[in-house]
């Protein structure tokens, strides 16, 4: 299928490398892991591989702090769930920014059934957390505070480690999920204070099916999924080794080579968004510069999102985002965009592109112009 692909943040292909790492362990390299035989202990060996290598990524005390799960929307349960449950005789009250992905704000939003308490920190209008909002908020009772490192929808990088200053001196453990911003920008969670961090395999080119959660040592969490004693007795079942194996080799990967990729992805962002802006009515969303490389997104006065990534699908073959694709289908407005201060009619009119191997500066004038043509002929539609 030819055409211009630009929605990475949903599902980005697995790098042929990776995928040529991980053929083995489909037919020959299969064992499970917890098997104390010949091919259970490869399995295992293949399986701490795995983890030293996303250790790395991250700049992990040890690969012993790395858990693997069946996705980010695992990890990021057993993150918020796990250290809310296992906490709550210190105190029951939990804190988010406002424009978290869905899977941390839902397990949230589920625990105030069991008593506790949710507040959402505002974000100004490109998308940076209130930190004087955030330290107002947080007690001594506070056990959990969720910063995302980067935001899918509108790009904007978090200010962490200063988010992560204030959570220690006030309140308990820091969660930031970092699936949007893994293999673009440097990690390192101990040098930014991280006391828990979510992973995504294929935002990372590995396979879909796997992520991961970083678990500093001494926080302590219990687990939200309960069978056998794999990872450390926080997530049962047997390990999905093909996918882990693939993400760890995704990392490694990332780990040598995000430095050149991200220069190079945001010479194509920054040409996108110069060129973008000069059609009538249209705004960056996100903020200006902190914002990760490869992510450029923009709304659009007096048309919709799903008009736009529609047409510019069946009219030019360019695959755009209109905001998370894990909420997209509702039809309802980026709650994203809804936090950064636009009103409804204004949130509805967003378009998304976010960038990566299979992208180059010479596309730039194809994307351009079928944006342009997209919202000219929407506009000459609508009755806005």
Same mark, same amino acid.
């Given at each position: 299928?030819?055409?211009?692909?630009?929605?990475?943040?949903?599902?980005?292909? !697995?790098?042929?490398? !990776?995928?040529?790492?991980?053929?083995?362990?489909?037919?020959?390299?299969?064992?499970?892991?917890?098997?104390? %035989?010949?091919?259970?202990?490869?399995?295992?060996?293949?399986?701490?591989?795995?983890?030293?290598?996303?250790?790395?990524?991250?700049?992990?005390?040890?690969?012993?702090?790395?858990?693997?799960?069946?996705?980010?929307?695992?990890?990021?349960?057993?993150?918020?769930?796990?250290?809310?449950?296992?906490?709550?005789?210190?105190?029951?009250?939990?804190?988010?920014?406002?424009?978290? %992905?869905?899977?941390?704000?839902?397990?949230?939003? @589920? =625990?105030?059934?069991?008593?506790?308490?949710?507040?959402?920190?505002?974000?100004?209008?490109?998308?940076?957390?209130?930190?004087?909002? #955030?330290?107002?908020?947080?007690?001594?009772?506070?056990?959990?505070?969720?910063?995302?490192?980067?935001?899918?929808?509108? @790009?904007?990088?978090?200010?962490?480690?200063? !988010?992560?200053?204030?959570?220690?001196?006030?309140?308990?453990?820091? %969660?930031?999920?970092?699936?949007?911003?893994?293999?673009?920008?440097?990690?390192? !969670?101990?040098?930014?204070?991280?006391?828990?961090?979510?992973?995504?395999?294929?935002?990372?080119?590995?396979?879909? @099916?796997?992520?991961? #959660?970083?678990?500093?040592?001494?926080?302590?969490?219990?687990?939200? #999924?309960?069978?056998?004693?794999?990872?450390? @007795? =926080?997530?049962?079942?047997?390990?999905?080794?093909?996918?882990?194996?693939?993400?760890?080799?995704?990392?490694?990967?990332?780990?040598?080579?995000?430095?050149?990729?991200?220069s190079r992805l945001q010479a194509i962002r920054d040409g996108l968004i110069k060129e973008i802006l000069t059609i009538e009515q249209s705004y960056l969303t996100g903020h200006p510069t902190l914002r990760l490389p490869h992510h450029a997104s923009f709304r659009f006065s007096r048309i919709e999102g799903e008009s736009i990534l529609l047409t510019m699908d069946a009219?030019?073959?360019i695959q755009v985002s209109t905001g998370s694709a894990c909420s997209s289908r509702t039809l309802e407005p980026s709650h994203v965009l809804l936090a950064i201060g636009l009103k409804h009619e204004q949130a509805h009119g967003s378009m998304v592109m976010t960038l990566g191997k299979e992208n180059n500066p010479d596309q730039i004038p194809a994307i351009v112009n079928?944006?342009?043509?997209?919202?000219?002929? #929407?506009?000459?539609?609508?009755?806005?």
């Amino acid at each position: 299928m030819c055409g211009i692909y630009l929605d990475y943040q949903s599902a980005s292909p !697995v790098d042929p490398r !990776v995928h040529e790492f991980m053929e083995r362990y489909l037919s020959c390299d299969f064992g499970n892991p917890s098997a104390l %035989h010949s091919r259970g202990l490869a399995a295992r060996a293949a399986l701490e591989e795995a983890r030293t290598k996303v250790a790395e990524l991250i700049n992990a005390e040890g690969p012993e702090n790395i858990i693997f799960t069946g996705g980010v929307t695992e990890a990021n349960n057993l993150a918020v769930r796990g250290v809310a449950q296992r906490n709550a005789g210190i105190g029951k009250k939990l804190l988010a920014s406002s424009i978290e %992905h869905i899977s941390v704000l839902n397990p949230l939003k @589920g =625990l105030l059934k069991s008593g506790y308490e949710l507040a959402l920190v505002p974000v100004d209008s490109t998308g940076i957390i209130d930190l004087a909002q #955030l330290e107002s908020l947080i007690s001594k009772e506070t056990i959990l505070t969720s910063v995302m490192y980067a935001n899918s929808d509108i @790009g904007t990088i978090e200010p962490i480690r200063e !988010v992560s200053d204030m959570v220690h001196e006030r309140g308990m453990y820091l %969660h930031v999920d970092a699936t949007a911003a893994a293999g673009k920008i440097p990690l390192d !969670v101990q040098k930014e204070g991280i006391d828990l961090l979510t992973l995504s395999s294929n935002d990372l080119y590995g396979p879909q @099916g796997a992520g991961a #959660l970083y678990v500093k040592p001494g926080v302590r969490i219990q687990p939200v #999924l309960f069978g056998g004693g794999q990872e450390r @007795g =926080l997530r049962a079942g047997t390990e999905n080794l093909y996918a882990i194996a693939g993400m760890g080799e995704a990392a490694r990967l990332a780990s040598l080579e995000k430095a050149i990729e991200s220069s190079r992805l945001q010479a194509i962002r920054d040409g996108l968004i110069k060129e973008i802006l000069t059609i009538e009515q249209s705004y960056l969303t996100g903020h200006p510069t902190l914002r990760l490389p490869h992510h450029a997104s923009f709304r659009f006065s007096r048309i919709e999102g799903e008009s736009i990534l529609l047409t510019m699908d069946a009219m030019f073959n360019i695959q755009v985002s209109t905001g998370s694709a894990c909420s997209s289908r509702t039809l309802e407005p980026s709650h994203v965009l809804l936090a950064i201060g636009l009103k409804h009619e204004q949130a509805h009119g967003s378009m998304v592109m976010t960038l990566g191997k299979e992208n180059n500066p010479d596309q730039i004038p194809a994307i351009v112009n079928a944006v342009r043509k997209t919202v000219d002929r #929407l506009r000459a539609l609508s009755p806005l």
